[in-house]
């Protein structure tokens, strides 16, 4: 299946190692590359429904979006 929100992604063609750093490393910079995305929202969704475990995905951390799965499920 293709997802053609990467293709309008602003992280297209920024080193990978920005958004799946070190676990002792800063998210700021993946988290600023992702501020300005247009498809911030659709990368977003997708590793939620995928449950990405690694990474920043639409500008959120594993831990952020740990906390989006179980708001999700308490209001649900």
Do not use: K, N, Y
Not at 13 to 36: H, I, K, M, N, Y
Not at 59 to 71: K, L, V
Request: aromatic share 6%; with cysteine.
């Amino acid at each position: 299946m293709a997802r053609h929100w990467q293709d309008q992604a602003a992280c297209r063609g920024v080193a990978t190692s920005l958004f799946f750093p070190d676990p002792d490393d800063e998210t700021t910079a993946a988290q600023q590359v992702c501020s300005g995305c247009q498809v911030q929202d659709a990368c977003l969704e997708h590793a939620l429904g995928t449950r990405e475990h690694q990474g920043v995905w639409g500008g959120a951390t594993e831990r952020d979006r740990r906390r989006i799965i179980r708001h999700r499920r308490q209001s649900a």
